[in-house]
């Protein structure tokens, strides 16, 4: 069957095949485009396949990144961790990538970015340095607590000793996550979403989207966004204030939000992504969290490289090292022009 780009009508069917398969995540949902075009300003496209029947049996999202300072590409899907191509069968698997590589061309783009959780076994170089850590909830918080070590126990203990509390919710804890947010990605010399690329998660997506803030008094000192799918539940951004680290309010936050996973039936707590052995591998596997892969694949043009587009690039570590210098303020300012062309 020809693939199909997507339109408004689509969404219907599309939205079934996304609940309905077990092979799909929360970032192949139509909705994301919108979030992307209204805060991002790229162009975003759904392809998909239908059988003989009329029936979708396989997507994929697209975004188009053009940018002077990073290039041209197309990804599935930026800013998240996951996205790709997705289909039971390896024919439309390999007409959804086929149509994207036509497109591809047709744009001029240097490279296609698919973000897998698994090879695509079609030939394309890849990247595996990146996992995501994984943690297999029991039924209920107070299993989940007594399977921790003592040591953890412990450590949990420590910010609610020193009179931090934990509050979970949605819009009314935006301006506390943002507030940490922006101050922790300006001490990692990274430009800051827009706050209203948060707000348009949390309006379109009601039911499955909330946030975890730490405080001390009136302070917020730690801060992180969940955003659930079918059993799983994942924390794509969290962060904290450098100066409260001694109190361990990550501690309190990551706790919280599993005794909420816990609560709300999820049966797996996703940590999000991270590198191999890092500290924040081993900050995650502390909890129980085991490794699962990411297997981001690349179309390239002809006599192309796999890009990197990460602070590990040399040629970026003058900006990076600038960046940790600005007043929040400025960076809150200038990083949403910046970070939209950063997938």
Known sequence: MPIKLAGSQDNVKIDEYVSGKSITNLYHDHRWGEIIENCFGHKYRLLYSEN?????????????MKSWSFGNFIVSMPYFN???????????????????VRI???????????????????????????????LELPGSPDELWKSFPSKLRSQIKVPQKGGMVARIGRLEELESFYEVFSHNMRHLGTPV???????????????????????????????GFLVGFKARLEIPWASSIRRYNRFSPNMLLYWSCLKFACERGFTTFDFGRSTKEESTFKFKEQWGAAPHPMVWSYWVREEGTIPDITPRNRKYQLAIGIWK???VPVTQMLGPRIVKNIP
């Open 104 to 134: 591809a061309k047709d744009l001029k783009v240097q490279h296609i970015e698919f973000r897998q959780e698994n090879s695509l076994q079609n030939g394309f170089p890849e990247k595996t340095v990146k996992v995501s850590m994984r």
């Open 193 to 223: 979403y827009p706050k209203s690329f948060f707000k348009e998660i949390l309006e379109k997506f009601p039911a499955c989207t909330w946030i975890c803030s730490v405080r001390m008094g009136d302070t917020p000192v730690a801060s």
């Open 325 to 327: 210098k600005l007043p």
């Open 52 to 64: 003989s029947d009329g029936i979708v049996n396989g997507i994929l999202p697209l975004v188009h």
């Open 82 to 100: 996951y996205g790709g191509v997705c289909a039971g069968e390896d024919s439309v698997r390999h007409d959804l990538i086929a149509e994207a």
